[in-house]
Structure formats: C-alpha cells, structure tokens
C-alpha cells in the first residue's frame, strides 16, 4: 500500500512510487500557495470594485454571454482532461494523446476569447491604465490567464514526450501534475466569474 | 506505476461533476441574466441575490475539488491539512488586507 497524503504510515512499493506520491502532494502545496496568490488579488479586486475614477464600469463593459462561453470552454476543458486521465489508467495510449489535444484545443479557445476580450476594453479606452477597477481587473484576470497560457504550454510539451518515452512512469506522473494545474485552474475561474464578471454586472 | 493510490478515478466521477458544474453555471448566469430583474420586482434585494451567486460558487468549488482534484474529505488526508493551513492563510491575509484598507480609506476621508 503507497503512502501518500491521505495515508502516510503505508509501506513504499518501491523509490519511484515514493517520489511520484511526494511529487505529487509537492504540487498539491504549490497549488495551495497559488491560492494565497489568487485570494490576495480578489482581496485587491475588493476593494476597487467602485473606484471606476468616472469612468466604465463592470455593468457598462461585461458581455456576460461572452464570459459564459468562455467559462463552457473552460469548463469542457477540465473534462476532456479528467478523461485524458482516465484513458492514462487503462494505458491507452492514443486515448490519452486525443483528449490531452481535446484540452488544448478548448483551452486556446478560451485564452483566444480573452485577449480579444482584453484587446476590446482597451479600444474602447478601458485599458489597465483607465482606473483602480479596471487595474485590479486586469491583473486578477490576466494572472489566471497566464496560468491558462503556461498550462498550454506544458499540455503542448506532453504530446511530444508521450510519443518519444510512451506511459513510463515519469510521463504519468507529470501528466497527473499538469491535471491537478489544470482543475485547479477552471476551480479559479469559478471564482473570478462569480466575483469579477457575475457581481460586476448586478 | 500507479498515480492514483488512493481510488482510480471513474468515468462516472468526472460525468457527474461536470453535470453538477454546469447546472451550478447555468444557474449562477441564469440568475444575473435573466432574473434579476423579476426577482427585484418581487422585492428581493440586491445583497440577497449577492449571496446567492456566492453561495453556488463555493458549491461549485466544492464540487471541483472532491469530483476533479479528487479531495476527499477527512481530517487523516495531509492534502486537507495543507488546504485548511492554506484557508487560514488566507482568511488572516485577505481579512486583514479589508481590515486596513477599509480603515485606511476612513482616515483619508475629509474631516468634517
């Protein structure tokens, strides 16, 4: 039986399980630190919510069918992960590249949607520089955005190394990794559509 | 080698939060989108339907976690441990960050 985070006194199988299951709750840490990262920039995002300095407003500037669509997206995204996943567990390999794609592919969509999203408020005059609301909003949104483009990133640098090494025991690990990122990304989307976009407009 | 020594996920896991997720979307939008209008005809106020959108959002943040971080729930998990730290963390920096600001902003207000 592996120890692991939710039974530590179990005997190790071997040095590898051991470091994959430390790995693991090791991302599962960073994870939480990032939370603290995220909870501090809604803490900042709070108290903006109103220093629009005379200018737009979540009411005037949100499409909220817009953000829904971004948020299917994101949302589908974490699925197909999450069956990419499963498709790992029973080894099938081509399975496995096919959802991994699936997620990358939905994941753009999202990160395209929103550079156009930010690309327009800043025609109209909404940019960064317009407001504490609109400064807060950037930086809160445009983080997890970042996190969404890194996570492309590395879902892009797994393809690869799935066809070179095939399901080794490196590769699963580092896939489980990269899913653990990516739920953990759509589980803060929640929030800032909730939050940002949702209580923007009321 | 096994990356899930606790339980293997299952389809049904995954098909189920996701269902759950969606409806909880579908709701929260549902409910600044279409009704905030009618509900305030009704005489519900603003701040209710504020904690409304708040309250669909924990639920769907607790269902990310147990049916796509696969957390399960109980004091024995280091993974708990580490979330609830994590909460407190959070809870002490944010609560405090309100704090000062809100108390800074009193300070800056003209004196009467």
């Known amino acids: 039986m592996m120890p692991d985070a939710s039974n530590p006194q179990a005997e190790p199988a071997s ?39 005379g200018g737009p407003g ?36 081509n ?7 699936a997620t990358f592919a939905l994941g753009l ?7 156009n999203e930010f690309d327009g408020l ?36 797994m393809i690869p190394q799935i066809e070179l090494y095939g399901l080794s025991a490196a590769v699963r690990s580092r896939l489980y990794r990269l899913s653990l990122f990516w739920h953990f990304l759509d589980l803060v989307w929640v929030a800032i559509f909730s939050v940002v976009y949702l209580l923007g407009v009321l | ?21 969606l409806l909880l979307t579908l709701t929260a939008f549902g409910l600044v989108i279409a009704g905030t ?4 005809a009704e005489g519900i106020s603003r701040g209710t339907v504020v904690i409304a959108v708040s309250l669909l959002a924990v639920l769907q943040i607790l269902v990310h976690l147990h049916y796509f971080l696969h957390l399960s729930f109980g004091i024995g998990n280091l993974k708990i441990v580490a979330l609830l730290f994590t909460l407190f963390i959070i809870a002490v920096m944010v609560g405090g960050t309100l704090w000062i600001m809100y108390d800074l902003n009193y300070r800056m207000l003209p004196s009467r």
């Not at chain 1, 991302?27 to 709070?46: E, H, N, P």
């Open chain 2, 1 to 21: 080698m096994n990356v899930y020594p606790e339980h293997p996920p299952k389809l049904s896991g995954y098909l189920i939060g996701f269902v759950l997720a």
């Open chain 1, 109 to 115: 969509g999202f990160v395209i949607m929103e550079i």
């Open chain 1, 15 to 53: 040095f590898e399980e051991a470091a994959a299951t430390t790995k693991a709750f090791g991302f599962w840490v960073y994870l939480m630190s990032d939370a603290v990262i995220f909870a501090l920039l809604f803490a900042t995002y709070a108290g903006m919510t109103r220093n629009f300095a």
């Open chain 2, 37 to 40: 209008e009618p509900l305030l």
């Open chain 1, 122 to 157: 800043i025609e109209q005059g909404a940019g960064p520089d317009r407001s504490g609301f609109l400064s807060a909003f950037f930086t809160l949104v445009g983080t997890h955005g970042l996190h969404v483009s890194i996570g492309l990133i590395w879902l892009f640098a």
């Open chain 1, 95 to 101: 399975k496995v590249v096919s959802w991994l794609a």
């Open chain 1, 58 to 93: 979540g009411k005037e500037l949100f499409d909220l069918g817009y953000t829904f669509a971004e948020t299917l997206l994101l949302l589908f995204s974490t699925l197909t992960c999450g069956l990419a996943m499963l498709a790992l567990t029973k080894n099938s390999i």
